[in-house]
């Protein structure tokens, strides 16, 4: 499974943002958990929200909860994250992962750059 991120970019504080992930290879895309991850520098790689393989309800950190969405499209292999209301502190690289209930099955992409900055 490939994963390709885009959509990143520098954007001021209060504005919106979407990120996407699309997934390529031999694969079922409902086989797998979803998640956005992010990092920023000097921190640890985080989780920002999840939809698992057999849920319909994503999951959210806090610290983006109310402000950030998360979507999926079967039939573009795609996922996305919304990001409304950025702040600075949003700042970082976005990771999306795709993991599976065996080994093996745990695939990354190489992360888009979001800034957050006046």
């Known amino acids: 499974v490939q994963l390709v991120e885009s959509g990143g970019g520098l954007v001021q504080p209060g504005v919106s943002l979407r990120v996407s992930c699309k997934a390529s290879?031999?694969?079922?895309f409902s086989w797998y958990d979803k998640s956005w991850f992010r990092q920023a520098p000097g921190k640890e790689r985080e989780l920002v929200a999840r939809i698992s393989s057999i849920g319909t309800r994503p999951i959210f950190a806090d610290s983006v909860k109310g402000r950030f969405t998360m979507s999926r499209d079967e039939s573009k292999n795609a996922i996305y994250l919304q990001m409304n209301s950025l702040k600075p502190e949003d700042t970082a690289v976005y990771y999306c992962?795709?993991?599976?209930?065996?080994?093996?099955?745990?695939?990354w992409g190489q992360g888009t750059q979001v800034t957050v900055s006046s």
């Open positions: 992962n795709f993991k599976g209930q065996y080994a093996g099955m745990d695939y």
């Open positions: 290879g031999q694969f079922t």
